[in-house]
């Protein structure tokens, strides 16, 4: 068990740009998470999966934000023509659904910075 | 819409001393779970204990200990003999156990641990 990974651990880019990072939960977990973090504050709920179904999102997930678990593995989030106000650190969780205690378990997070 | 309120956004502590932090929620369920998580500078957040709204004792993991008020919608979170690398923001959060929702956060507290 390698924990919940997510690439890339930092991006820059310019207002305007597409950007994608990737989250790999724990292997056995059919629950994948997204949140959002922006500094001091508390994460943010954006979205999440069971299998590759999206089963819930946010308000704050604009048009501009689309995330998808094709097999029900790992799971992509894709900002579209970023904006300054999406700078923050992209967190992203999983945890079991049947049997669960509700505890999730997060990756060390996306931080992304637009210029 | 469940709430989390932390309302302490620093605490301070020396080491080896005992510190409180605070967490109040809003909620109108009766089943829920109740989470601290500790998010070290750049690191992952880690869960540091957890209460089930059913159980009436107060959970305890080694130096960390809860004051589950269900009444009162309080969950604080008492650290015991402090470490140096205690030092994290913590965050308080919640989530009900049907339908299986997502996490919802708190602000979170800074903690500083003092040598």
């Known amino acids: 068990d390698t924990g919940v990974s997510q690439n890339p651990r930092h991006k820059i880019t310019k207002r305007g740009q597409n950007v994608t990072f990737r989250c790999d939960p724990i292997?056995?977990?059919?629950?994948l998470y997204w949140y959002r973090q922006t500094l001091g504050q508390g994460p943010e709920f954006l979205t999440y999966?069971?299998?590759?179904?999206?089963?819930?999102k946010s308000r704050l997930l604009s048009d501009r934000f689309s995330a998808e678990r094709p097999k029900g593995s790992f799971s992509t989030l894709e900002i579209q023509r970023t904006e300054q106000g999406d700078s923050a650190m992209y967190l992203c969780?999983?945890?079991?659904?049947?049997?669960?205690?509700?505890?999730?378990?997060f990756g060390e997070g996306s931080r992304l910075t637009v210029l | 819409a469940q709430t989390v309120t932390q309302s302490q956004p620093e605490m301070s502590v020396q080491e080896a001393e005992t510190v409180t932090l605070s967490c109040t929620y809003d909620?109108?369920?009766?089943?829920?779970?109740l989470f601290w998580y500790k998010q070290p500078p750049s690191r992952q957040m880690i869960l540091v204990i957890r209460?089930?709204?059913?159980?009436?004792q107060n959970a305890t993991e080694n130096r960390f200990s809860v004051n589950f008020q269900k009444a009162a919608k309080s969950f604080s979170l008492k650290i015991s003999d402090s470490q140096l690398g205690d030092a994290a923001m913590y965050f308080c959060?919640?989530?009900?156990?049907?339908?299986?929702?997502?996490?919802?956060f708190g602000k979170g507290t800074r903690l500083s641990v003092i040598a």
């Open positions: 969780a999983s945890s079991l659904f049947a049997g669960s205690t509700g505890e999730l378990f």
């Open positions: 909620t109108s369920e009766s089943d829920y779970y």
């Open positions: 209460q089930e709204a059913y159980k009436q």
């Open positions: 292997s056995e977990h059919n629950r």
């Open positions: 959060a919640y989530r009900r156990v049907s339908g299986n929702t997502p996490l919802v």
């Open positions: 999966f069971q299998n590759e179904a999206q089963l819930e």
